[in-house]
């Protein structure tokens, strides 16, 4: 697989701190030397990674256009866990579990929006199916600056068997439906809870919808007849922060 080019302060630091050992090559601007850059230095120290310096049209060319904020690093692809690491991270936690499912998100950039909006919220993984769901690429990582490398991503090869492992664990999992009569804002969103959030259009599969404890619809007011996948996962689990802050 092809190296994975990562870049900007956040998303370099974010790699540093939580996934160094993809790093390979770590690329900083010669002359720059300012408090942030100090700071990504001392995580490169730390995690003992060699820092080139390199001209400024040398990083332009590596981000193809991007806003670089004069580092970069080259890394091995990043990868999504299984169910395995999902058992492991769920027995390890040491607060309520808060998931995010996504069934049928193809899309990289709704994938690395979703990453993103879930490390915001808390979220402890995101979850789905191998098969009709978005891999994770550099386009994702990208999209999520650093979330992808913040948040787990799983995928399982039976998202309805993995619902069920998590109800069996007392995870209560909530489905979001246009069609459905409760307001997300009046569901109990408290608790050890997982969140569905279903493909743009084709919303949850029958399958997986059969395996929710309860459904919840964002109240719509305009002409258009649903949201983007990131924009209403950001509105149902900051409701639940909500909740569970109060």
């Known amino acids: 697989m092809q190296d994975e080019i990562l870049f900007g302060q956040h998303a370099v630091r974010t790699a540093l701190k939580k996934d160094a050992k993809r790093i390979k090559r770590l ?9 942030r ?7 490169a120290a730390g995690a003992r990674i060699r820092v080139e310096r390199v001209s400024r049209q040398d990083l ?13 690093v080259v ?11 999902l058992e492991r991270l769920l027995e390890g936690l040491d607060s309520e579990p808060f998931l995010l499912v996504l069934d049928g998100v ?34 994702v990582s990208k999209v999520a600056c650093g979330a992808a490398e913040a948040v787990p ?15 069996q664990r007392g995870i209560w999992i909530t489905g979001t439906a ?4 409760q307001l997300v804002y009046q569901a109990n969103l408290k608790g050890p809870m997982a969140l569905v959030m279903g493909a743009e259009g084709k919303g949850m599969r029958r399958l997986t919808r059969e395996h929710c404890d309860q459904l ?18 950001g509105i149902c689990l900051f409701e639940a922060v909500r909740q569970r802050r109060l």
């Open 27 to 35: 690329l900083v601007q010669q002359g720059r030397n300012d408090e």
């Open 178 to 181: 246009g069609e459905t009569e």
């Open 153 to 167: 991503y799983v995928q399982v090869t039976n998202l309805a068997r993995t619902l069920q492992s998590l109800q």
């Open 37 to 43: 850059m100090q700071q990504v230095l001392e995580l």
């Open 216 to 233: 919840v619809k964002i109240p719509m007011a305009g002409e258009v007849s649903s949201l983007n996948v990131s924009v209403a996962a």
């Open 75 to 85: 890394c091995e692809p990043i990868r999504s866990h299984d169910e395995a690491y």
């Open 60 to 72: 332009e060319r590596l981000a193809e256009g991007g806003v670089h904020q004069g580092v970069l």
């Open 106 to 139: 193809t899309d990289p950039h709704n994938l690395g929006a979703c990453l993103r909006t879930a490390d915001a919220a808390g979220v402890q993984a995101v979850i789905a199916p191998k098969d009709k769901s978005a891999p994770l690429n550099a386009t």
